[in-house]
C-alpha cells in the first residue's frame, strides 16, 4: 500500500507561481514512477508530469518550459513547481504512484486525495 498527501494547491493570478507537494508513506525508490495529473471540469484527467525511478521526467507539451517535477528521496516527496500559471491550468491536481504488486498483473496506481489550482485571468 501507498499512501500520497498532496499539499500546496490554491488561488493565484495569471503569471503567478505555486508549489505542490507530495509525500508518500513509502521509499520512493520502490516506487516506479511519480506523477502529477489533472482534472479540469468537463474533462478527462490528463498527465502534467512525471519523474521515474531513474529520475527521468516527463511532461506534457501544455506546460513545458513552465512547470517543473522534482523529488527529494530524504522525505520521500514529489514536488511541482508551476511557473507562468495560466487560466488553463486551473484544474484539481492528482499525485500519483505507479509500483509493482504481489498478485496484481502490471503496475498498480495509487492515487491522491487531490488539491485545486485556480488561475484567475
Partial sequence: ?????????????????????CAASVSIFSINSLGWYRQAPGKQRELVALITTSGNTTYADSVKDRFTISRDTAKNTVYLQMNSLKPED?????????????????LYAYWGQGTQVTVSS
Fill in 90 to 106: 486551473t484544474a484539481v491536481y492528482y499525485c500519483n504512484a505507479r509500483r509493482a504488486e504481489v498478485g496484481y498483473y502490471g
Fill in 1 to 21: 500500500q501507498v499512501q500520497l498527501v498532496e499539499s500546496g494547491g490554491g488561488l493565484v493570478q495569471a503569471g503567478g507561481s505555486l508549489r505542490l507537494s
